[in-house]
């Protein structure tokens, strides 16, 4: 994933914009980067791999290095950015957030078409941000530039430029899978993915861009480029599970979302006569704990945290090379409260379950510090491919995930034909699945949330929202 933030201002906005970046740091941990423009000093860049040290640490001292009335910034877990530009519009900083499926193609494309060059990254990859940004300066304006890119990617891509005019050109994704919200001030306008980053620095919202909408902001006003477009199909997992709690999409509130997601899965139960008998219902930090505090509201079995996280030495941007140090460290974090745990029964609640590494730890933390039996609920359907249009749950396969990997331990190839009636608990298919599932996890009992349930608990028309990571709709 990715975020970023810009603003632009009647005075310097350099920290306006280093505080909004860093308000988007749960949303990428490899790279950061900060642009500004001022007339005396021209385009400024600086970046940085945030991989082992969170932005605020990396950036300390930035404020001054740098300074502009027009600035922006990115966090992401995917390429060095923004870039620096130089082409037939101008000099300009751009960042983008999203994934390019066809970037191979589109590379042979702009060769073919242009005889120009694309820089090559170290092992042969190709920065996103680049090629979006080499097809923009293929037409006479930014922001037919930046529709020609979207209509030419196979995937999703929002960009945000900042110009050596000292404006910030903005522009949502095409289907709109990611959120992109202005904010005004007193003295200026902001962009930005998170709209609780700049409620923070005195900006109220002002406006949340259509799909495919460009809209340019200047210290004195917002005006639209591109006119959006009504059909969205915003994707489900900023509420499940990378949004931050205060954020609100398309109108609806993260935290308020999970909790009603958990009470839909709890009344799900209650109605089939399925809910377990648990001492009590916990999330698994953090994202998971509103959806268990929703659940255990509407099923009165008592909430509790059973294990803490402790961050303050470990912080979420710390990432190990390797997946096995991936796993201690991510069971370093885990501090049992024993008297929770030993001799009980409890439930928790996930925020999903992609390949199931992380929660076999999770689960055998909790039998070895004592627990009598371990029940889990994932708070969105059984995820059966990986999505092709974000970071969320992508994989080097499909078979990664730990559900179709099951599907393909029971029934072969074939099972990959009825994934429809493995997703379907009432199904006998999904009865095998979820009992396999908890053998290998040595669950007590499993069950996800439904893709109804699901969408009640967004409360936006089904037919705007991504589902494709679960019944693998468009």
């Known amino acids: 994933m990715g975020g970023f933030f810009g603003a632009v201002s009647t005075e310097d906005v350099l920290t306006d914009v280093f505080f909004g970046t860093d308000y988007h740091s749960h949303l990428g941990t490899k790279s950061a980067g900060l642009a500004a423009y001022d007339p005396a000093h021209g385009l400024q860049r600086k970046i940085h791999n945030i991989g082992n040290s ?228 916990a999330g698994v930090p953090d994202s998971g704990t509103p959806h268990a505090i929703g659940y255990a509201n509407r099923s009165h079995i008592p909430f509790a945290r059973p294990f803490i996280k402790y961050t303050p030495t470990w912080p979420r941007s710390f990432m190990p090379p390797t997946q096995k140090e991936r796993n201690r460290i991510a069971k370093m974090k885990q501090i049992p409260v024993d008297d929770l745990i030993k001799g009980k029964e409890l439930l928790f609640v996930d925020d999903s379950i992609v390949r199931g590494t992380q929660l076999r730890e999770t689960v055998e933390f909790l039998y070895e510090s004592g627990a009598k039996a371990v029940h889990m609920r994932s708070a969105c359907p059984p995820i059966m491919y990986g999505c092709k249009y974000l970071n969320f749950s992508r994989a080097t396969s499909d078979r990664e995930l730990i559900t179709r990997a099951t599907i393909l331990e029971l029934e072969g190839e074939e099972g990959l034909e009825h994934i429809e009636e493995y997703s379907d608990p009432k199904s006998e298919r999904g009865r095998n699945m979820r009992q396999a599932i908890c053998q290998k996890l040595h669950l007590a009992s499993l069950e996800f949330q439904t893709i109804d349930g699901l969408m009640a608990a967004i409360g936006l028309d089904p037919d705007r929202i991504c589902t494709y990571c679960w019944n693998g709709k468009e």
Not at 104 to 121: D, F, H, K, P, V
Not at 236 to 249: E, K, N
């Open 54 to 281: 969170p932005f605020r640490t990396k950036f300390d001292g930035i404020l001054n290095e740098m300074r502009g009335n027009a600035a922006i910034g990115c966090i992401n877990d995917t390429d060095p950015q923004p870039l620096l530009v130089r082409s037939k519009l101008g000099r300009y900083a751009i960042c983008t957030i999203g994934v390019i499926n066809n970037a191979e193609q589109l590379i042979e494309r702009y060769i073919e078409t242009t005889s120009g060059q694309i820089g090559a990254m170290s092992g042969g990859g190709q920065n996103a941000t680049e090629l979006v940004a080499a097809f923009i300066n293929q037409k006479p304006t930014f922001a037919e530039g930046i529709r020609y890119a979207q209509t030419l990617v196979d995937g999703t891509v929002s960009v945000l430029i900042l110009t050596e005019q000292g404006t910030v050109i903005a522009a949502r994704d095409f289907w709109g899978r990611l959120p992109i919200h202005i904010g005004k001030s007193k003295k200026g306008w902001c962009a930005s993915f998170e709209h609780f980053a700049y409620q923070k620095l005195g900006y109220k919202d002002n406006y949340e861009l259509k799909p495919a909408e460009v809209v340019e902001l200047t210290a004195t006003g917002r005006k639209t480029l591109l006119a959006g477009r009504e059909e969205m199909r915003i994707c489900a997992f900023l509420w499940s599970y990378y949004g931050f709690p205060t954020s609100c999409y398309e109108g609806v509130n993260v935290e308020m979302m999970r909790c009603r997601n958990g009470e839909i899965m709890a009344q799900n139960e209650i109605d089939a006569g399925t809910l377990p008998t648990a001492d009590s219902v």
